[in-house]
């Protein structure tokens, strides 16, 4: 069964800050896999994506990198700031069969002061 | 601006009312698809669509029907709606063809069966 499993499930971190969040993933074939970020009520917003042949990528102060070797990837947040508080979503794409999505339960991160 | 915008946005209804959720996207997506999230559960599949007239389940279709008679629009139709559909409902759309495509979100739709 296709599964993404997301680690830690929360965490709260100082402003200024850096971070690591964890996704390992057991979909295969694997065609790429996005990190969102979601704002409480909102709807998911894209950060990066992903396909088997790119390791690393960065939006900003995102950067995820990806081991298609051992199906796993991290988003790190640099410098955190307090508007980085979200659900933090990877979402891995299986090639073939309908565009099938599967979905993380997401990290949910707080940034105080 | 390209978006994709739900209506409603807010929903309390009752038992067995039949209720649609409309969804349009601006960007010519071929591919649309409605979501629903739970906490603990994340974002489920219900249906999905790859172009006008194709539609076809996803993981959790119970109780929902869609149509794609238009590119741009593509509602959710809760025919007997349940308290089980209590939910956060995203609509969501994106190209189709290319292994790198993602999807664009719309803002959420909250529905309250009671």
């Known amino acids: 069964k296709n599964q993404v499993e997301q680690s830690p499930q929360s965490l709260i971190i100082l402003e200024g800050k850096n971070c690591t969040l964890q996704?390992?993933?057991?979909?295969?074939?694997?065609?790429?896999l996005r990190w969102y970020k979601q704002d409480t009520g909102r709807g998911p917003v894209s950060l990066t994506i992903?396909?088997?042949?790119?390791n690393t990528k960065s939006n900003g102060r995102y950067t995820a990198t990806l081991d298609a070797d051992t199906k796993q990837s991290s988003l790190h947040i640099t410098a955190s700031q307090l508007s980085d508080s979200a659900s933090y979503i990877c979402?891995?794409?299986?090639?073939?069969?309908?565009?099938?999505?599967?979905f993380g339960t997401g990290t949910q991160l707080k940034v105080e002061l | 601006e390209a978006q994709v915008t739900q209506n409603p946005r807010y929903l309390i209804t009752v038992t067995g009312k039949k209720l649609t959720v409309t969804c349009s996207q601006n960007?010519?997506?071929?591919?649309m698809s409605w979501y629903r999230q739970d906490p603990g559960l994340g974002l489920r599949q219900i249906y999905y669509?790859?172009?006008?007239?194709?539609?076809d389940k996803g993981d959790v279709p119970e109780g929902y029907k869609v149509s794609r008679k238009e590119k741009r629009n593509f509602p959710l139709i809760l025919e007997s709606p349940s308290p089980n559909q209590t939910s956060l409902y995203f609509c969501?759309?994106?190209?189709?063809?290319?292994?790198?495509?993602?999807?664009?979100f719309g803002p959420g739709t909250r529905l309250t069966v009671t």
């Open positions: 969501a759309s994106s190209l189709v063809g290319s292994s790198s495509y993602g999807e664009y």
């Open positions: 996704c390992n993933y057991t979909v295969s074939p694997f065609s790429n």
């Open positions: 992903m396909t088997f042949s790119e």
């Open positions: 979402v891995v794409r299986g090639r073939g069969g309908g565009n099938k999505l599967t």
């Open positions: 960007m010519n997506h071929e591919y």
């Open positions: 669509s790859m172009n006008v007239e194709v539609t």
